[in-house]
Nanobody, 124 residues
Framework: QVQLVESGGGLVQAGGSLRLSCAVS????????MGWFRQAPGKEREFVAA????????YYSDSVKGRFTISRYNAKNTVYLQMNSLKPEDTAVYYC?????????????????WGQGTQVTVSS
């Protein structure tokens, strides 16, 4: 059973930074492409960033490109999302996803496993 546990969310002022972590159980983490998504109140879930299993290729939504960085540390079965220059519109529950299945990894796609989410609130 693969489990994903996000952490690092919280309340931050606009312009501040947060780093989200997603710890993944199981022995096959290094074979998974990983993604971050977010869902704001009253809105659909949207793609934020993704990283291939090797970590060589990364993808970002236009709304976060240049401000957020996705990375992974396979030895610790963990993927990170460094968020800088945060804006109030970044407020959402952020979800980690593992094992990309189909679609376009560069703009979202489908994943097999999901975490429970971590709240990020950016005050103006």
């Amino acid at each position: 059973q693969v489990q994903l546990v996000e952490s690092g969310g919280g309340l931050v002022q606009a312009g501040g930074s947060l780093r989200l972590s997603c710890a993944v159980s199981g022995r096959t983490f290094s074979t998974y492409a990983m993604g971050w998504f977010r869902q704001a109140p009253g809105k659909e879930r949207e793609f934020v960033a993704a990283i291939t299993a090797s970590g060589i290729n990364t993808y970002y939504s236009d709304s976060v490109k240049g401000r957020f960085t996705i990375s992974r540390y396979n030895a610790k079965n963990t993927v990170y999302l460094q968020m800088n220059s945060l804006k109030p519109e970044d407020t959402a529950v952020y979800y980690c996803a593992a094992e990309f299945k189909r679609g376009s990894i560069a703009s979202g796609g489908e994943y097999t496993y999901w975490g429970q989410g971590t709240q990020v609130t950016v005050s103006s």
